[in-house]
């Protein structure tokens, strides 16, 4: 069975860096280009970040380019978001998310972590 | 670039059949056949119920249908029940390495 889990949410000051992960399992992860979808309090779902099977290609939504990173370690089936200089609107559950299709491809999410908060404040 | 556009809610009694909206652009909804609907019960992980607009996972019910005319996708639930009730989300590839999502929508079974 197909599952991915999100650890390394918490309280972080204005300004501040935090890391989170996604442990996948149930599949072959290096198959995968896999992603970082957040809610925001009261709002939708908002693309984060996404990265190939490899690791190689990567892209951000304007919001985060240039503060967050993505990166994954295929030897640990684990994805990383590396988040710095964070802001208040950062607040938000951020969710790890399959591509759905493997090799190439980034098809809108198949499988979904269940979240893990982070909040932004002083 | 803009979320797409859905209404912020419906509502429909038991047995009924509602239909929510999604509309994009042509850059995104309206160029590719790669719209997924999401069904998020709030802190939970969200549930694919339709993928490349009108397919649908194994084990979702065909209560489930989506549709697309032009840049707006659909979604539509018949026959509603009470466990229907939930935050519905619609996905589209974007081009590149992107998704763009709806702003969600909650349906409420009356």
């Known amino acids: 069975e197909e599952q991915l889990l999100e650890s390394g949410g918490g309280l972080v000051q204005p300004g501040g860096s935090l890391r989170i992960s996604c442990a996948a399992s149930g599949f072959t992860f290096s198959n995968y280009a896999v992603g970082w979808v957040r809610q925001a309090p009261g709002k939708g779902l908002e693309w984060v970040s996404t990265i190939s099977y490899d690791g190689d290609t990567t892209d951000y939504a304007d919001s985060v380019k240039g503060r967050f990173t993505i990166f994954r370690d295929n030897s640990k089936d684990t994805l990383y978001l590396q988040m710095s200089n964070l802001g208040v609107d950062d607040t938000a559950r951020y969710y790890c998310?399959?591509?759905?299709?493997?090799?190439?491809?980034?098809?809108?999410?198949?499988?979904w972590g269940q979240g893990t908060l982070v909040t932004v404040s002083s | 670039q803009s979320a797409l556009t859905q209404p912020a809610s419906v509502s429909g009694s038991p047995g009924q059949s509602i239909t929510i909206s999604c509309t994009g652009t042509?850059?995104?909804?309206?160029?590719?056949?790669?719209v997924s609907w999401y069904q998020h019960h709030p802190g939970k992980a969200p549930r694919v119920m339709i993928y490349?607009?009108?397919k649908r996972p194994s084990g979702v019910s065909d209560r489930f249908s989506g549709s697309k005319s032009g840049n707006t996708a659909s979604l539509t639930i018949s026959g509603l029940r009470a466990e229907d009730e939930a935050d519905y989300h619609c996905c589209s590839f974007a081009g590149g390495r992107t998704w763009i999502f709806g702003g969600g929508t909650k349906l409420t079974v009356l």
């Open positions: 042509s850059s995104n909804v309206g160029n590719y056949e790669l």
């Open positions: 490349e607009v009108t």
């Open positions: 998310a399959r591509a759905g299709c493997s090799g190439t491809c980034f098809r809108p999410p198949d499988y």
